[in-house]
Structures are given as structure tokens and as C-alpha cells.
């Protein structure tokens, strides 16, 4: 079992900057792929960004290219999403989660544990 906790969302003007943080805990980090997703009001859950167990393989939403950047710290169980230009579009609940493996994917059914999210609000 893996648990994920996620932080460091809240409220941000248009153009601002987060830094979301989720610490895993229980089993090994490793060897797990970690991705973030986000659920805005009324529409489906959305992949933003992945990355692979060795650090060297991301993958991103198109939406979030060159804006948003996913990051990992192996040696201290947690993974990074660095949110710059935001948009009011960008507001939803941000969740981390975790697959087994070593392959970046986009499917939110690839994933097997979930955090609880936390809520980035961009305003304009």
C-alpha cells in the first residue's frame, strides 16, 4: 500500500506560480511511476504530467506544456509539479498518483493509488 498526500495548492492571480508537493509513504517509492491529475467543477478527472520511476521520462499534457514542469526527489519520497503562467482555466483539484512501474502514462485507470487533492485556484 501506498499512501499519497498532496500540498501546497491555493489561490494565485493569472500569470502566478505554485509548487505543488506529494509525499508518499508505506511501500518503496520505487520502482513507481508518478503522475498528477485534475478535476475541474463539472468536467472529467485530466492527466497533466508524469514521470517515470528513473526521472529521465515525463510526459505532459498539451495543455500544460511549457508551462508546468514535473519533478521527483527519490531519496525523499516526493514528487513536485511546478504550475507557472497559470490560468483561470488551470483551476481544479490537483491529485497525485502513483503505478507500478516505470512507464509514464496518461490513462487515470493505469494508476493504482490516489491522493486526496488539493485545490488550485487561479484567478483573472
Known amino acids: 500500500q501506498v499512501q499519497l498526500v498532496e500540498s501546497g495548492g491555493g489561490l494565485v492571480q493569472a500569470g502566478g506560480s505554485l509548487r505543488l508537493s506529494c509525499a508518499t509513504s508505506g511501500r518503496t517509492f520505487s520502482p513507481y511511476t508518478m503522475g498528477w491529475f485534475r478535476q475541474a467543477p463539472g468536467k472529467e478527472r485530466e492527466f497533466v504530467a508524469a514521470?517515470?520511476?528513473?526521472?529521465?521520462?515525463?510526459l505532459y499534457a498539451d495543455s500544460v506544456k511549457g508551462r508546468f514542469t514535473i519533478s521527483r526527489d527519490n531519496a525523499q519520497n516526493t514528487v513536485y509539479l511546478q504550475l507557472n503562467s497559470l490560468k483561470p482555466g488551470d483551476t481544479a483539484v490537483y491529485y497525485c498518483a502513483a503505478r507500478r512501474g516505470n512507464t509514464p502514462l496518461l490513462g487515470q485507470y493505469e494508476y493504482d493509488y490516489w491522493g486526496q487533492g488539493t485545490q488550485v485556484t487561479v484567478s483573472s
Open positions: 514521470i517515470a520511476w528513473s526521472g529521465g521520462r515525463t
